[in-house]
């Protein structure tokens, strides 16, 4: 339990040396060690000082899932989840600026390289949710599937 806003200020200090946290994440984390602390002013200096950014996180965050091979709707979702402003996800999209349809090929050319073409309609849906579960739309997806298909 931190007892004064020194101690939370630190403790989220150590956090955010560990890696980047939304402001919503720092404030749930304090939020359950904290008892009678005003967390709000607590992050409010870090925002201040440049030490906690939601654009910063945002912009990583969507750095790193695209390398994991993520989709669009996937990261939009745990975006919002971990409380960033729309417009700002939006922003930091139209900066990143992916190639949405690429990044589905290479995830199921990665995935499913010994047989890209399946025969059955069974491993076709399969291999369908498995893209959508990623976080692909419909037109990437078929796009993805397509284009493995015209290959063989």
């Not at 750095?63 to 402003?85: A, P, V």
């Not at 010994?114 to 025969?119: F, G, K, R």
């Amino acid at each position: 339990m931190y007892q004064t806003q020194a101690e939370a200020k630190n403790a989220a200090i150590g956090l955010l040396a560990r890696r980047e946290h939304s402001r919503k994440e720092l404030l749930d984390k304090l939020a359950s060690r904290c008892d009678d602390i005003d967390i709000e002013a607590v992050l409010d200096d870090l925002a201040f000082n440049g030490y906690q950014s939601d654009q910063r996180f945002t912009e990583s965050f969507i750095r790193m899932r695209i390398g994991q091979g993520q989709g669009l709707i996937k990261i939009r979702f745990e975006l919002q989840r971990k409380g960033i402003d729309c417009e700002l996800i939006e922003a930091a999209f139209e900066t990143a600026n992916p190639d949405w349809f690429a990044l589905a090929l290479d995830m199921y050319q990665r995935k499913y390289r010994a047989d890209l073409d399946p025969s059955d309609y069974k491993e076709r849906g399969k291999r369908m949710r498995f893209m959508a579960q990623r976080g692909f739309t419909s037109e990437q997806i078929n796009y993805a599937t397509g284009f493995a298909r015209d290959k063989e």
